[in-house]
């Protein structure tokens, strides 16, 4: 008695969003809680991974609005929304691919750091140099932390699928966000490499992050996620805990026809 | 008088259209912007000069025939420069047919010369009565002409197998195959017929100018190209009406405006770059993204090194918008801009070399930035057609400016002695600046970028900012060279600073690499030095840029320096 509510650091407010005319999110509201890992459901097309382009503001949102820590999102660029604290990994990987592993994790911290292009020529202040070291310092770091800085060196683009994707979660964490929105973070990976995946979320939420996550990979969404949000047709259908969306008859109908249990 | 305008306005637009047609067919179904398709145009002209000068035949004979010919060139064309590319280059087929613009065009003035050429008159030409007005036959059958082929074109698209397969084609490569098309045979027959047109084009354009030159394949190519945009990208009859449309308005600007002026080229690039920044409808189709006397025998090469020095300066002007992902055929109009600037500064003004050069630079960066304010929103062919644009109305407007000699040029600039220490002067900045650069967060991000607009973005990199300040400093290194190119010159003319200059430092950066900035230092002083060893080849400098930006193209496009080499290079370095 006197527990403190837990504050809602997403809040998603009756948003829709259009595509000409074809409707791909309709009145959808979901409040994520800080701290949580809060997974986002449902067949494909249902409008998960366009919810993430509206969060992560790469979509224009067409009505309600998105609101961060309190701040409305709405018009706001996407260079902004990483600098209040959002982060993101995206479906299909997107490393940049003439850079290193290592470079590709220092550009994360891009937003945290200030030297533009007139220090670099003039090198007017150690503190440029310094603030190299550190970006450079610092991703190793998060590179250690998904375990990849033996491969600091390697170019992006030569390693194998599953190791890409920590690369991004690295890139990702680096940004120093307070949410992270993982899509589809276990796609391509076989058994064992999703277990390790599933430990590593564990891990960044026991930093005390709020995780966002999409994913088919039902054993993984089941075993982690504390809410579950239920998308079917641009509408959430159903949300709450694991056990209650297992069970939910709309939820199961959703899925009909794809019902392979992994 | 109306009448007739409207009738030279549907015969000029006509030409145009047949350009766009082909240029649009091939970016359906290859993707591809065919660059040397003006060249084309301009081959069939001078086939169908030849042939009707030669045989005597009549011209619905002789027109055929050049049509057969340059749809042979355009099978040709495609099977040496296009169809041996790889895949995963997505600039390699602009850049290869860049390099057969090249040689096509210089080709033809070693072979025909740079001056016109009069064009025979195959159509006996009376003058019909319509109501009170005279309109002249030849006019009248040239749009007969060209609306049939349009139509039968079109007849072919629509109802044919082979129309279908050019559309299936268009969709998809992939499932066009598994469908049964073969698609390697329907690009071939598409690149013929989009060939024949323009060389039908050709010949219309020679019996209506009466004259024809080498050059005319620069100008259709650029008009062809705005027409496509107007119509959109892929879509044949908006080729069709958007030709027509353009050419129409071109001959209303010539009456309306006075004729000492010459806008008429002003006009057609204004509109691509109006178009190119407003997204208008026109392209919804998707697609569809550088003295003499007392050095000794060191003199000649002084000389060489001093121009090989600016050729670098140029060559990484175009490097630093080109990291951020932005392809730019604009330098050679900023080094324009640089070159006249400082000019203006030491001649007019009086003002001290340096300062000249560095006002030029600084003039240059401010017009770079309003250039690169629309450019922000424009990707890949189409930032290439903006900046092209932005090149030629630079060219023309000050070939209108009295003040600074205009078409006669800018003479008695002061000549600078020591510029090759100034040039090499300010490589050597460079070469420290870029070395700071590519270990730094700037860097990073331009690179970043420059890979991936989107994850960059996401990664908070204000791809708005990066953009702007890649765009801007570029122009001001290219101003810069400008400046130094006009007090080692000491006359500048407009024609310095063509569109094939521009094409010329892509040339450079590209073949010495374009993974790190080595590159284009090295490519810009190989590629000035190698022709002046060999005197054989400086007559046929040009050419042979061409065939090596194809050949690039095909076997190396990553370009001579690459990263790993660099790496190499300075861990042996170290280690020693």
Known sequence: MGESEPRIILEIRTVGKNFGGFSALQDVSINVEKGRIHAIIGPNGAGKTTLFNLISGMYDITRGEILYQGKRLNDMKPHMRTELGIGRTFQIIRLFHTMSVLENVMVGQHCRTGSGLLKTFFHLSLKEMDEEKQIRANALRWLEFVGLAHKAQQMAPNLPHAEQRLVEIARALSMEPELLLLDEPAAGMNPRETMDLNALIAKINGMGKTILLIEHNMELVMGISEVISVLNFGEKIVEGTPTVVQDNPAVIEAYLGKRKRK | MIIQQLINGLMLGSTYSLVAIGYTLIFGVLGVLHFAHGEVLMAGAFMGLYIILWSGLPLYISLPLTMIGTGILGLVIEFLAIRPLRKDFHLAPLLSTIGVTIILQNLAVKIFGGYGTKFPDPIATANIKFGPYMISSAKLVILGISLSLMGILYLVIAKTKLGKAMRAVAESHLTAGFLGVNVERTVLLTFGIASALAGAAGVMVGISFHAISPFIGLTFALKGLVVMLLGGLGNVVGAMIGGLILGMAEVISIVLVPPE??????????????????????????????????????????????????????????????????????????????????????????????????????????????????????????????????????????????????????????????????????????????????????????????????????????????????????????GIGGGILAHFQEFIEPLMFGVMHSVEYIVFAVFGGVQVFWGPIFGAFVLTFMPEFFRAIQEWRMELYGLLLIVMMILKPEGVITNNMVQSISRMLRRS
């Open chain 2, 261 to 478: 002026i010459n806008l008429q080229d002003v006009f057609s690039f204004g509109i691509m770059i109006l178009i190119l920044i407003s997204n208008l409808p026109g392209y919804l189709a998707p697609g569809f993204d550088n003295r003499k006397g007392e050095n000794g025998g060191l003199d000649y090469i002084i000389s060489v090194g001093t121009v090989a020095g600016i050729s670098m300066i140029m060559a990484l002007s175009f490097y630093v918008p080109f990291m951020t992902g932005q392809i730019s055929l604009a330098q050679a109009g900023f080094g324009a801009i640089g070159a006249y600037g400082a000019a203006v500064g030491s001649v007019k003004l009086g003002l001290p070399y340096e300062i000249s050069v560095i006002l030029g630079g600084i003039l240059s960066a401010g017009v770079g930035f309003l250039l690169g304010l629309p450019a922000l929103r424009i990707k890949g062919i189409y930032l290439l057609l903006l900046t092209l644009g932005f090149g030629e109305i630079v060219r023309v407007i000050l070939i209108n400016i009295e003040y600074v000699g205009g078409a006669a040029g800018f003479p008695a600039i002061p000549y600078q002695k020591y510029t090759l220490f100034y040039a090499y002067g300010v490589i050597l900045i460079l070469i420290v600046f870029f070395t700071r650069l590519r270990n730094s967060r700037m860097g990073r991000a331009m690179r970043a970028v420059g890979d991936d607009e989107t994850a960059a973005e996401i990664n908070g990199i204000n791809i708005t900012a990066t953009k702007l300040k890649a765009f801007a400093a570029g122009a001001f290194i290219a």
